[in-house]
């Protein structure tokens, strides 16, 4: 079974920076297409960006569209999410998702929180 860990999550001030990181453990962690998704407290989990298995095809959530980028490096069996001009609105617990086809796989999360 795939596990999957995140990292990078921190407090930060609104306008700032920080790049999550998951890693992927699994021979077949390349094939998957993975996400993000993300949960506020008192709020149901939403997605927030999606990479395919190559990284050749992203796709992000409106509320996220010109501030994060989503990236992989197969070779290390790790996504990415450089989060740029972070808002309060961003704050929550980031988790990391893998499509594996018949079966999904989450991270247990990095929290993530943007003071104003």
């Known amino acids: 079974q795939v596990q999957l860990v995140e990292s990078g999550g921190g407090l930060v001030q609104a306008g700032g920076s920080l790049r999550l990181s998951c890693a992927g453990s699994?021979?077949?962690?390349?094939?998957?297409?993975m996400a993000w998704y993300r949960q506020a407290p008192g709020k149901e989990r939403e997605f927030v960006a999606s990479i395919n298995w190559s990284g050749g095809s992203t796709y992000y959530a409106d509320s996220v569209k010109g501030r994060f980028t989503i990236s992989r490096d197969n070779s290390k069996n790790t996504m990415y999410l450089q989060m740029n001009s972070l808002k309060p609105g961003d704050t929550g617990i980031y988790y990391c998702f893998a499509d594996a086809g018949r079966l999904h796989y989450w991270g247990q999360g990095t929290q993530v929180t943007v003071s104003s």
């Open positions: 699994g021979s077949t962690f390349s094939r998957y297409g």
